[in-house]
């Protein structure tokens, strides 16, 4: 989904980005200069109410996975008074502009798959389980294989 813009305006990256909720209709792109091959490429910058130019974000180059080898921008803008960091990757060129698009993150599973294929230990480490190792905890319950001799059992 678009959702903005940004062209060039006397020398300088101007745009602005509106939603239903958000409206930055004064935003700068300050480029970095930084021999850092992890810096961004460019700052996003934001007029508060103060009438002060402040930085609300960053854009890195990236390209883009399939065939074409795109390359765009991709970032987020983020402050105090949004709710969460909003998305954003920047399609075009310096000279064409650039179009604002914001597409709703997909949430990673980060406690991996929930589809066991059957077999325990196919990486032969010993671990079994999805990488978890084997339970240390017996049919009732019980304490089992090391660590069960515990010497200082602490109640509950």
Known sequence: MNIGEFKEKNGRLMGKIATRTIDLPQLGLRPVESRNERAPAFEILALNVG???VQVGALWQAEARHTTGEVFLQGSIDDPSLAEPL???LFG???EG???AWRRPQRRDDFGP???SGRSD???DGQGQGGFGESTAGREGELMGAG???EDQVPF
Do not use: H, K, M, Q
């Open 98 to 100: 650039y179009r604002v």
């Open 51 to 53: 009438n002060r130019w």
């Open 87 to 89: 998305p954003i990757a």
């Open 114 to 116: 929930s589809v066991r």
């Open 148 to 150: 069960a001799d515990l």
């Open 122 to 124: 196919e990486a032969g």
């Open 93 to 95: 060129t310096v000279e």
